[in-house]
């Protein structure tokens, strides 16, 4: 009778494990159950959808690949595999970020290692040329390699991605993130659809939320629905910090984010134990030139003999075909083999059709149609504002009766960052017989001649208000460090010559 009596309670422990281990499988499983309407599988397909129109992948054999089965499967087969055998190999997978597996997670590898594997195959040929770029500026700020993978969910590798909300791009910016990260959204520009310039604004917004949360799977939900949703995600829960403690409380979305994360992940690790192989994507090899005059692509595609299609889609940052004039030169990707063509006949395709191109749209730099008219500088006299302690562009733009956006465009700036004794070129409205100059224009000079006077007489004071210095500290980042001083990272870069973000206790980095 004893011995009955345990074997009975050896079962009953027995199926309470089994079951306490498939808790987080069978919990989720109605959320889970029609994974093909979340909306991280919604966006996919939409981008995907674009993907296919571009037309390095049109032209890519759709019926070959890189590389054979290594198990002789035919293409068609699709292997099956049980969840012991998933989870131990997430669970085996040497990763900076801590995943874990469950049933939202094997969802989402379901979507991706059994009902879009042409779609993957193809992300698989596709990322033979975008990963190493990532792999390259996220080395650079020290971010886990792994996420590079956001990029799958985020577009399916589309530099060209768009979503219903306004995010663009490789990296999914949204408009005012982008410009926080000194990202160009303009008539012409949008460099959120830079491969490269958006991923180093990817890399910088990444090590910023991880400084916040100083968890890597909190920083990849950020990423999707904001640091703020996600703190009020770990108040609501009572102060928990576990993304799976925390999932309840989340949006919707960011419920599915990092479980597709995690299964992108895995099944691109892996893609040959589930008979996937890169397909053959004909990504032209690039160069990049500076472009010293207002250029149409027509004028490049015409004069040497490309096709338009892969101008477009290789510069995915201009979006009306054109490459606007600036002072320093704007930067043009072109097949390498065209590179030394165009050099060479630079100035005939300038010329060429020249009154017919420079014609189609309104000459600007770098200035949107919203602010056309107040840039102009038509009837006004040219002079310089000595910048004053305290002073800000709302401010010395409110003097002049122009906009902030006026201010910057006149001086090419982009951030709001202004230093003491600098001077800022303005345009007042010139004065003559019978008429004189607005209040606020007088007061501007007034302002200009007093700042002057002070700059020559208190030269130390000044110097010393104008330069500061900040010693780095364990945990410091840059971007800590420029909201401290009320900077960015780019002019903390810049002003210490640094090529990266790295630091290290002890240094002392000018700020200012």
């Known amino acids: 009778m004893k011995k009955f009596a345990a074997l009975f309670i050896l079962s009953v422990l027995s199926h309470w494990v089994v079951a306490q281990d498939s808790m987080p499988m069978d919990s989720a499983m109605s959320d889970y159950s029609n994974v093909e309407y979340s909306p991280i599988i919604k966006n996919y397909n939409t981008q995907l959808d674009s993907l296919v129109n571009l037309w390095y992948v049109q032209k890519s054999e759709s019926l070959q690949f890189s590389e054979k089965s290594k198990r002789h499967y035919d293409s068609t087969h699709v292997p ?82 768009k979503s219903p909300a306004g995010a663009r791009g490789i990296w999914q910016f949204m408009p005012s993130t982008g410009k926080m990260y000194n990202l160009q959204i303009n008539s012409y520009l949008d460099e959120r659809c830079d491969p490269v310039k958006s991923t180093y604004a990817a890399a910088m917004y990444l090590k910023n939320l991880n400084s916040i949360f100083d968890d890597w799977v909190l920083a990849i939900a950020a990423y999707n629905c904001g640091p703020g949703n996600v703190k009020k995600a770990i108040a609501r829960s009572g102060g928990k910090t576990d993304y799976w403690e925390i999932y ?26 589930h008979n996937l192989y890169p397909r053959k994507v004909t ?43 600036t002072e320093r030169g704007t930067a043009l990707y072109l097949p390498v083999e065209i590179v030394s063509p165009f ?21 600007r730099e770098f200035v949107t149609n919203s602010y056309a008219s107040s840039t102009s500088t038509h009837g006004k006299v040219k002079t310089y504002y000595t910048v004053r ?12 009766g122009v906009s902030v956006t006026t201010l910057k465009s006149w001086n090419h700036r982009k951030s709001n960052m202004l230093h003491v004794g600098e001077k800022l070129i303005v345009y007042a409205p010139a004065t003559g017989k019978g008429n004189s100059a607005p209040k606020t224009t007088a007061s501007a000079k007034s302002n200009i001649s007093s700042s002057s006077v002070a700059q020559k007489s208190t030269p130390n004071a000044s110097s010393k208000s104008a330069i500061a210095y900040h010693t780095v500290k364990s945990g410091d980042t840059l971007w800590s460090i420029s909201q401290r001083y009320g900077t960015t990272v780019q002019a903390i870069q810049s002003l210490n010559g640094m090529t990266n973000a790295k630091l290290s206790p002890g240094m002392n980095l000018r700020v200012q």
């Open 80 to 161: 099956q595999f049980s969840e012991k055998e998933y989870r131990t190999r997430i669970e085996q997978m040497n990763s900076v970020v801590k995943l874990a597996y469950n049933s939202k997670v094997q969802a989402y590898i379901n979507v991706y290692a059994n009902k879009r594997r042409k779609s993957v195959s193809t992300m698989l040929g596709l990322s033979e040329y975008y990963f190493p770029i990532f792999e390259d500026v996220f080395e650079q700020y020290d971010i886990p390699q792994e996420l590079k993978y956001l990029s799958i969910i985020e577009s399916a590798l589309n530099p060209k991605a």
């Open 248 to 273: 309840d409380y989340l949006p919707k979305e960011t419920r599915g984010y990092v479980p597709a994360f995690i299964a992108a992940y895995y099944v691109f690790e892996h893609h040959e134990l």
């Open 283 to 325: 990504m032209p090899k690039l160069d990049t030139v500076m472009v010293k005059k207002k250029l149409h692509f027509n004028q490049v595609a015409e004069y040497l003999n490309v096709p338009l299609k892969e101008l477009q889609d290789v510069n995915p940052q201009y979006k009306a075909d054109m490459v606007p004039f």
């Open 343 to 363: 050099l060479r006949l630079e100035d005939s395709i300038y010329a060429y059709k020249d009154s017919i191109y420079r014609n189609l749209s309104p000459e």
């Open 389 to 400: 302690k305290g002073d800000t562009f709302s401010k010395i733009a409110s003097k002049y």
